[in-house]
């Protein structure tokens, strides 16, 4: 086991641990029940919106705020889920990284340097990216061992291109 795989690990698990987070406590917050939560955030955003920032809030966020509320708190917690277990890491990357930016438009951040500053902004974008490039699931996680069977039926998988 190599240093940096165990970087790797380390990391991914912490990430994974502040989705669960953040998802569970939406849950137990009635997140997935009612959408006054989120209503009420996105309220707060709307007063001190302009231009694009506010034709999202008015045209995406805020009307749909029923289908993403539920959608934030099972998304959050899936996203953890799947790092912690290493399982279609790519796919829950790309759809946490998506959710970040789309968190990010809707208060505004995205806009501005703010996105610097907020823990949920940048930081968290950068994270989830470098976790992909690194193909964290891969080391550790269910995506390395479906690679190495699916590898010992067409010759190729993850403990085959190490052995090259």
Same mark, same amino acid.
Not at 11 to 19: D, G, H, K, N, S
Not at 143 to 150: A, E, H, L, R
């Given at each position: 086991?190599?240093?940096?795989?165990? =970087?790797? +690990?380390?990391?991914? !698990?912490?990430? %994974?641990?502040?989705?669960?987070?953040?998802?569970?406590?939406?849950? *137990?917050?009635?997140?997935?029940?009612?959408?006054?939560? @989120? #209503?009420?955030?996105?309220?707060?955003?709307? $007063?001190? %919106?302009?231009?694009?920032?506010? =034709?999202? @809030? *008015?045209?995406?966020?805020? /009307?749909?705020?029923?289908?993403?509320?539920?959608?934030?708190?099972?998304?959050?917690?899936?996203?953890?889920?799947?790092?912690? !277990?290493?399982?279609?890491?790519?796919?829950? +990357? &790309? %759809?946490?990284?998506?959710? =970040?930016?789309?968190? #990010? =438009?809707?208060?505004?951040?995205?806009?501005?340097? $703010? &996105? @610097?500053? $907020? /823990?949920?902004?940048?930081?968290? !974008?950068?994270?989830?990216?470098?976790?992909?490039?690194?193909?964290?699931?891969?080391?550790?996680?269910? $995506?390395?061992?479906?690679?190495?069977?699916?590898?010992?039926?067409?010759?190729?998988?993850?403990?085959?291109?190490? %052995? #090259?």
């Amino acid at each position: 086991m190599k240093h940096s795989e165990i =970087t790797i +690990l380390i990391f991914r !698990i912490t990430v %994974a641990l502040f989705f669960i987070m953040h998802g569970v406590r939406k849950m *137990e917050g009635g997140w997935i029940t009612s959408n006054e939560r @989120l #209503n009420s955030v996105l309220s707060n955003y709307h $007063d001190n %919106a302009s231009g694009f920032h506010k =034709t999202y @809030l *008015e045209k995406v966020a805020i /009307p749909y705020s029923g289908i993403w509320s539920p959608f934030i708190a099972f998304g959050e917690t899936a996203l953890g889920i799947s790092l912690l !277990i290493g399982l279609l890491t790519n796919v829950s +990357l &790309i %759809a946490g990284m998506l959710m =970040t930016l789309s968190f #990010n =438009t809707a208060n505004g951040n995205i806009f501005s340097t $703010d &996105i @610097l500053y $907020d /823990p949920y902004g940048l930081l968290t !974008i950068v994270s989830l990216l470098f976790l992909f490039i690194a193909k964290c699931g891969y080391e550790y996680g269910f $995506d390395g061992m479906v690679s190495v069977k699916v590898g010992k039926r067409k010759g190729g998988g993850a403990k085959n291109k190490k %052995a #090259n």
